[in-house]
């Protein structure tokens, strides 16, 4: 049996159709850029995650250099964050001009520590980018408190999260000084091509993230400061706008996929090795990833054994940012933070998606079971 990681043409069968009739529709309007779409998906998309304005842009990761422009995070900043995700969150810090400041995750959710992140803070700090691993909300209450209290933005990064919810029932994007979303065509809700999203509650922040994305200039010709071209695609905003009314249901389905992987590893008695993600109470993760923690020592193995029997696996992320090459000035080293090193070492994704059959995920758990008590 062949379980491939991800299987995006599953989920484009049944929207095909329509699909092609909102590009067709965009193709004839002759408006590519910032259309009627891109209006209509930046208040769908604020509705749907709860924040009170959305402003469309080319990436997430140019949803997270927007942020922290919009709120003048550049040159002398600091910026805390972890340095367990992908590599976009602490370069957007560089691209603005700022410093990464990492700090260790919590184990269970591989999530920034927000102790750890509280006691970052110094009188440099402008930001703190919490980043919702997997599909799980950061905890983000401790963070909010000490971060207002020193003037602080707490710009949140829901690439990988959109609909999650923390255990208060808040939505990602909607709890901090901004969030921001990455519709890359792997993600939950995924376009055809590269687009991202900026969420904020703010008026005043909105209104400069749209003066921002077109270089900085409200009126054409007119730039209140310098800012770059990073427009939503109307094309992207297209194919995003036949994908939301989905979402819930996909997501929904993910959930459960992720239940059956839970209650299989359990009953097939691997939990001494595999440890399945931890939820935290009353949270709503939308898992983007279900990501397993295994034995160091037996990891490389075990993707070696997986992807010999068919079955799709990765490893997010083999290389912590502290210790990646680029980011050598900053002056970190091995050991600085244990556990996002530990978690790099241990962890491993397996195949997740809403269409997932029953018997791919038995299979999948059967052929773990195989590697450990062959
Ligand atoms: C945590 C995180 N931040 C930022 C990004 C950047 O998004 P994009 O690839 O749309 O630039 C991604 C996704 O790729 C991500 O997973």
């Not at 299987?7 to 590009?23: G, P, T, V």
């Not at 990492?102 to 006691?119: G, K, L, M, Q, S």
């Not at 695609?233 to 706008?241: C, E, K, N, S």
Request: hydrophobic letters at 40%.
């Amino acid at each position: 049996m062949q379980v491939p990681l991800l299987d995006l043409k599953r989920q484009h069968l049944n929207l095909r159709d329509e699909l092609r009739a909102a590009l067709g529709r965009v193709l004839d309007s002759q408006q590519f850029i910032l259309g009627e779409d891109v209006r209509l998906l930046e208040s769908e998309l604020a509705r749907y995650t709860r924040a009170l304005y959305a402003v469309g842009c080319g990436s997430g990761s140019d949803a997270l250099l927007l942020a922290l422009l919009a709120f003048d995070v550049g040159a002398g900043a600091e910026v805390v964050t972890t340095p367990f995700t992908f590599f976009a969150t602490a370069g957007a810090v560089v691209r603005a001009g700022a410093r990464p400041v990492f700090v260790d995750i919590e184990p269970r959710t591989y999530n920034i520590d927000p102790a750890r992140a509280r006691e970052a803070l110094t009188e440099r700090t402008r930001a703190v980018i919490p980043v919702h691993l997997y599909g799980q909300m950061a905890e983000l209450d401790e963070m909010l408190r000490a971060a207002s209290a020193r003037g602080v933005r707490v710009v949140e990064d829901a690439a990988q999260a959109i609909g999650a919810e923390d255990g208060k029932g808040r939505s990602a994007g909607a709890v901090g000084d901004a969030g921001c979303f990455s519709f890359y065509p792997t993600k939950n809700l995924g376009a055809a091509g590269e687009a991202g999203l900026v969420t904020t509650n703010d008026a005043a922040v909105a209104e400069r993230l749209r003066r921002l994305r077109v270089h900085g200039g409200a009126t054409e010709y007119h730039h209140e400061e310098v800012g770059f071209n990073s427009r939503l695609d109307t094309f992207q905003a297209a194919v995003l706008r036949v994908k939301l009314p989905h979402l819930d249901a996909w997501t929904g389905a993910r959930r459960e996929r992720a239940e059956t992987y839970t209650r299989l590893i359990d009953e097939a008695g691997l939990s001494e090795f595999v440890t399945p993600p931890h939820v935290l109470p009353g949270a709503r993760h939308i898992f983007h990833q279900y990501v397993v923690r295994v034995p160091a020592t037996r990891r490389d193995a075990l993707l070696e054994h997986l992807k010999q029997n068919g079955v799709g696996t990765k490893v997010y992320y083999p290389v912590p940012l502290h210790l990646q090459p680029c980011f050598a000035d900053l002056g970190y080293k091995e050991g600085d933070f244990p556990e996002s090193e530990r978690a790099a070492r241990e962890t491993l994704a397996l195949p997740m998606f809403p269409e997932l059959t029953d018997a791919q995920q038995e299979y999948v758990v059967e052929t773990l079971r195989r590697f450990f008590f062959a």
